[in-house]
């Protein structure tokens, strides 16, 4: 691996976007696709090439990430024939969206007969922090492939290296277990506060240093108090992750019924409230349309 490697970055959507900026503010030569033109097409004002194809984006690259919708949508790009004859020997493709592991080892075994390695690097923070290059990075394969794309990965967030192929995505899994089930909770606290006559703002920043203190207690509570549902993480990408996370519980023979709870909850916003597009903090709404069905 060269000291400055050319990244090809293929997706380019809300997450995609500010993480290919920070590469881009490193230093690193970023050729960038996305499937709607439209959203990669601003980071040439930042110094990158927009490609037309992910073919075309691979060609050269030392590094390819890939931070698609989810595992079939790589699976569709890797399976390009022109994409594949591109592919560069020696050169890392770091799967960074959030798939299913069997997803992700399936992917290290097939990149492998072309020469490429494989990590799976999933990551948590939100947009929030994909714009400040403050992801948690979780990392899957071997430790020699994760030293070698060290750099790439610390101009993006934290990362660690938390085992084998595919322990990057379980280690997501159970991170999207936690909030879900937290947002859940907070939401709860919010409108308890509400209806009993409290000031939510001020109450968050009573617990802040707290036992009960969390990312999601100050950035989604807000979101609730505000009813700001904008998307940061759509409502049905947990929704996507949350079913993941029983697939693979299931895979293991470990019974997760908080996490089943929580699954039918976001189901419910995503398919029966509207929410798919809105932010996971909109869980919020449909504990209100729990409040308004019970009189």
């Avoid at 439209?38 to 060609?59: F, M, S």
């Avoid at 909770?185 to 009960?212: I, N, S």
Wanted: charged share 20%; aromatic share 4%.
């Amino acid at each position: 691996m060269t000291d400055n490697p050319t990244i090809a970055f293929l997706g380019t959507g809300l997450m995609g976007m500010p993480m290919a900026r920070n590469l881009l503010a490193a230093g690193f030569p970023v050729r960038a696709w996305n499937r709607t033109a439209a959203k990669a097409a601003p980071l040439a004002a930042d110094g990158a090439t927009v490609c037309a194809t992910p073919a075309e984006a691979v060609q050269g690259a030392d590094v390819i990430i890939s931070m698609l919708a989810d595992g079939s949508a790589t699976a569709s790009v890797q399976a390009d024939p022109a994409l594949r004859a591109a592919l560069k020997r020696g050169a890392i493709w770091i799967e960074m969206a959030s798939v299913k592991p069997e997803e992700a080892r399936n992917q290290a075994t097939d990149l492998a007969t072309l020469g490429v390695a494989h990590l799976d690097a999933p990551v948590s923070g939100g947009t929030k922090g994909a714009e400040a290059g403050t992801l948690a990075i979780m990392v899957g394969g071997r430790a020699e492939d994760f030293e070698r794309v060290r750099a790439v990965l610390e101009a993006m967030g934290n990362p660690v290296l938390v085992g084998p192929s595919g322990a990057g995505e379980l280690a997501k899994l159970a991170n999207q277990a936690i909030v879900g089930i937290t947002i859940g909770a907070v939401a709860e606290a919010m409108l308890l506060l509400e209806r009993g006559g409290a000031d939510p703002a001020a109450v968050r920043q009573a617990l802040k240093g707290g036992f009960a203190d969390s990312i999601i207690l100050q950035q989604h509570g807000a979101r609730m108090t505000d009813r700001d549902f904008a998307p940061g993480g759509p409502a049905h990408l947990q929704l996507k992750d949350l079913d993941n996370v029983l697939a693979e519980a299931a895979a293991v023979g470990a019974t997760l019924p908080l996490t089943r709870e929580m699954r039918d909850r976001f189901d419910r916003l995503v398919n029966r409230l509207g929410g798919r597009e809105m932010d996971h903090s909109a869980l919020f709404l449909e504990l209100l349309e729990r409040q308004a069905e019970a009189g």
